[in-house]
């Protein structure tokens, strides 16, 4: 699987947006870009995922860049329950495919 | 609500036994994940059911074993415990072996007394 690269920490102002970056610069043809959160000690909670276009869904938007190395998980008004670490995983397109999870982003929202 | 149950939620045993956590998929999904997650470890996969058939295997030790149950539910087995086996442990759910979503239960937190 491709490796990814992001921030430790970042904070963010609450009701402002939340742009989280990750680098996968080794990313191969069939790999997803997936986002996922962990708010405290609480399970993994999927937020998005994609492939090469930019995605939207109630939770966030997720923008990839063209030659698809970096990502941007755009949270749009932050508000402190969006605490949490963010984990970006590139993930390979065949069965057995577990989730590789790194060190993710610990976003702080701040009031 | 992922719709993925764990029980129970929290477990404290002594070294040297032996449990079992038990994981139910969401409905309809076929594949159950189990990771594991310490505090110097981050989270990690440990192996993955595919209705009813092991399908992929992590960094599982031997002590620790699981199966997936004609009803889709997952049972992990840990034993001969170590004071290091203190853990969240999490299962997963998706829909098939592919690139479906995985969904994660809420845990089971492992205190190894």
């Known amino acids: 699987d491709a490796k990814t690269t992001q921030p430790p920490s970042m904070d963010c102002a609450e009701g402002r947006a939340a742009n989280l970056p990750c680098n996968h610069s080794t990313i191969s043809g069939n790999e997803y870009v997936y986002w996922y959160r962990q708010i405290h000690s609480q399970g993994p909670q999927y937020i998005i995922h994609g492939l090469k276009n930019n995605e939207t869904n109630e939770m966030a938007s997720l923008i990839i860049t063209e030659d698809r190395k970096s990502s941007t998980l755009i949270l749009p008004h932050a508000t402190l329950r969006d605490t949490a670490v963010y984990y970006c995983i590139v993930r390979v397109n065949n069965a057995g495919n577990m989730l590789t999870f790194g060190g993710g982003t610990r976003l702080m929202v701040k009031p | 609500d992922s719709g993925v149950t764990q029980t129970p939620k929290h477990l404290i045993t002594a070294t040297g036994q032996r449990v079992t956590l038990r994981c139910s998929p969401r409905?309809?999904?076929?594949?159950v994940y189990w990771y594991q997650q310490s505090l110097d470890q981050g989270l990690q996969f440990l192996i993955q059911?595919?209705?009813?058939?092991?399908?992929a295997k992590g960094n599982i030790l031997e002590r620790f074993s699981a199966q997936q149950f004609p009803d889709l539910h997952s049972e992990l087995n840990l034993s001969s415990l170590e004071l290091g086996d203190s853990a969240l442990y999490f299962c997963?759910?998706?829909?098939?072996?592919?690139?479906?979503?995985?969904?994660f239960g809420p845990g089971t937190r492992l205190t190894v007394l």
């Open positions: 059911y595919y209705n009813g058939e092991e399908r």
């Open positions: 409905s309809g999904d076929l594949s």
């Open positions: 997963a759910s998706s829909a098939s072996g592919a690139t479906d979503t995985q969904y």
